[in-house]
């Protein structure tokens, strides 16, 4: 993938979701998602670093939607597995509730 800054990345995994293109809420730049084959989800800045992995109960279903969980101003993602529906901040960390499991 070849990000806005020009810089290539390479993740050593076929490339499963993504990528999908969301609001940095910090400095209104645009970050990358992404998972791989082994389902783990990544968050890229536009710089190209990683914010985050997370490794997820199976391949991503739905879209990648942006939320305002906490009405504060700051995005956190949402979106769902077979599984489990994911709702995680932009460190990376599960919202308050999440996973869900879906039954």
């Known amino acids: 993938f070849e990000l806005v800054s020009g810089k290539q990345i ?4 076929q490339i499963t979701y993504g990528p999908k293109v969301i609001k940095n809420f910090n400095d209104n730049t645009q970050d ?4 791989d084959q082994d389902h783990v989800l990544y968050l890229l800045n536009s710089d190209g670093e990683q914010v985050y992995t997370i490794p997820l109960s199976g391949p991503v279903i739905s879209d990648a939607f942006q939320i305002d969980f906490f009405k504060n101003g700051k995005l ?4 769902a597995t077979e599984e489990q529906i994911y709702a995680i901040d932009r460190l990376g960390n599960f919202l308050p509730g999440f996973p869900l499991s879906i039954p």
């Open 10 to 13: 390479s993740l050593g995994q």
């Open 76 to 79: 956190q993602l949402l979106f």
């Open 32 to 35: 990358l998602v992404i998972q």
